[in-house]
């Protein structure tokens, strides 16, 4: 379904330019979720971006990439927008303030040129298990994990197949999280939707993807299976000492810890 | 017995008179803090940033605290004096905040920030404080304090950003911290690096430290004695060893809808609040 191969993204030019992701390929199969994982800085954000082709016009993105058979061009067809949506992590920035939820919905859908757009809004609502007395509120009037909903209904009023999830609940309490993550499983299921999450909470990466890859400055450490994560079976020392910090606080530990530069 | 204990709180109130009425951030909060560390869990909005603020005297105009009885070594805090309150801030008690952009001064060198903490506190010539900060910099595992004492925050890491915080709340060597959420902007091994550092201090110093955060498996694992704030009120305490065998429904819901890192779960139990947590009398102690 995604293939990447070789992506390299910079930043700036000449002294000041910045290597964000350096040669980066990995592949996902249709009705996957795919986990990318690391610590801040570590590029698993930006190779989201250069795949949903945002980047183009503010760095410079080479490499190869393929979504379902298509190879990518540097301006995405309309069908690929369609098709290809994202959640952001914070739903206080990624929801226009002074739009309704109605208006926030409706208007991928004019822009895809979609009919009965209201039939639309009030299904995508459904979906995402909010009624129809949401439509016509503010994002403030709301809250945090509903407002998250309504990012998860926006990415499906297009029927997309591929979603790319951008921390979607690291800004979210630990009971709404479950919530979230319980309506992301379900919708793939529905849906047969194919995800890439970005996310630096293994533990929530073990829970709703088959395989993922571990970033650090920029490239790929390490791509396993979960089940390889869950085993422990790593061999690289930059992700067990991550899956080591995952597991709480242990101060014999912590001595052991090195600088990954 | 109170002789041993550093802190005493009993029956906590803050609220809040606001346009739409009374908001009740803390109802009723009691406990009790010796050379320990203790943590307080709770989601966004149980009140457990408001409890540590409105034992420092920092609650927000507009705000009322009231408390059968709210002691620290002996000193009533609450009919304390300003005068009093700005000895006890810092000097008995201090308070690390979660993210060291917003609450370090951008336009003062690192190192006089942190001097200023001790001259404010300890009457010590210039020349001795500038030794005691280097000496700090270096407990907080920084490797070249000379370079760091010069720097302005904006020029540090977020993982040095918060050691400098630790140094500063420590140098005048408090009885009590306060960290509300002090590790939550960081990656998390630098997150433990940086709770390491505060660890050793406190075991060294016999502090006591009050550990404010939401991450359950962090609390469980770094403090002695958990309490578990839902709405304004401690509905349980526990020892941190034990939460995973906690009895109330909400620690339990909260402890359950964690993802697992060893999986096993198809779906995650959702938390189901009861209106009558609400209503229960806080835990027992």
Redesign the interface.
């Known amino acids: 379904m995604i293939n990447i191969e070789g992506l390299d993204v910079v930043f700036g030019h000449g002294k000041n330019s910045f290597h964000a992701v350096r040669d980066v390929s990995l592949r996902v199969e249709k009705g996957q979720s795919f986990g990318l994982v690391g610590?801040?800085g570590s590029g698993k954000t930006t190779v989201l971006r250069a795949l949903a082709g945002i980047l183009e016009r503010v760095a410079r993105v080479s490499g190869d990439m393929t979504v379902a058979e298509e190879t990518q061009l540097r301006h995405r067809s309309q069908s690929f927008r369609r098709r290809v949506q994202m959640v952001f992590q914070d739903p206080f920035g990624s929801l226009h303030p002074r739009h309704t939820v109605d208006t926030i919905l409706s208007e991928p859908a004019r822009v895809h040129k979609l009919d009965r757009i209201e039939q639309r809004v009030v299904h995508a609502l459904e979906e995402v298990g909010l009624d129809a007395s949401f439509r016509f509120r503010y994002p403030h009037q709301i809250s945090?994990g509903q407002r998250q909903r309504v990012s998860v209904a926006r990415a499906l009023i297009t029927g997309p197949e591929i979603i790319l999830l951008d921390e979607p609940t690291s800004a979210l309490?630990?009971?709404v999280?479950?919530?979230v993550?319980?309506l992301l499983?379900r919708l793939k299921r529905e849906h047969g939707l194919t995800y890439i999450l970005v996310s630096?909470?293994?533990?929530?990466v073990?829970?709703?993807c088959e395989s993922l890859s571990v970033m650090q400055n920029g490239s790929v450490v390490e791509t396993m299976s979960?089940q390889q994560?869950?085993e422990h079976s790593s061999t690289m020392p930059y992700t067990q000492?991550?899956?080591t910090?995952?597991?709480?606080?242990?101060?014999t530990?912590?001595?052991a810890?090195e600088e990954f530069a | 017995m109170s002789d041993s204990k550093l802190l005493i709180v009993e029956d906590l109130h803050v609220t809040y008179n606001t346009p739409t009425g009374l908001v009740r951030a803390v109802s009723g909060v009691s406990f009790e803090l010796g050379h320990e560390k203790l943590g307080i869990v709770g989601e966004s909005g149980s009140g457990k940033s408001q409890t540590g603020r409105a034992i420092l005297g920092l609650t927000a105009t507009g705000g009322t605290v009231g408390a059968r009885r709210l002691a620290f070594k002996g000193t009533n805090l609450l009919n304390a004096s300003e005068r009093t309150m700005r000895q006890i801030r810092g000097g008995g008690i201090s308070m690390i905040m979660q993210d060291p952009k917003y609450s370090l001064n951008p336009v003062m060198t690192v190192g006089s920030q942190i001097e200023e903490a001790l001259l404010i506190h300890n009457r010590t010539s210039k020349r001795v404080a500038r030794e005691r900060t280097y000496e700090m910099l270096r407990a907080v595992k920084i490797r070249e304090p000379e370079r760091v004492y010069k720097t302005y925050p904006h020029e540090v890491s977020g993982g040095m950003g918060q050691r400098i915080m630790i140094a500063m709340m420590m140098i005048p060597e408090p009885d009590i911290i306060i960290a509300d959420e002090p590790t939550s902007a960081l990656d998390v091994t630098v997150q433990l690096q940086v709770l390491a550092v505060l660890d050793d201090m406190i075991n060294e110093r016999g502090m006591g430290l009050i550990f404010i955060s939401h991450d359950l498996n962090l609390i469980a694992s770094f403090c002695d004695r958990i309490l578990i704030m839902y709405d304004g009120r401690v509905v349980e305490e526990c020892n941190a060893a034990e939460l995973e065998q906690a009895q109330h429904p909400y620690t339990r819901g909260l402890v359950n809808c964690l993802p697992r890192l060893d999986g096993g779960q198809d779906e995650l139990p959702v938390l189901k609040r009861d209106p009558s947590w609400l209503t229960t009398p806080g835990a027992t102690r």
């Open positions: 610590e801040s945090g309490d630990v009971s999280q479950a919530e993550l319980n499983m630096h909470n293994l533990a929530v073990a829970h709703m979960v994560l869950r000492q991550l899956l910090a995952s597991l709480g606080y242990d101060r530990a912590i001595d810890f």
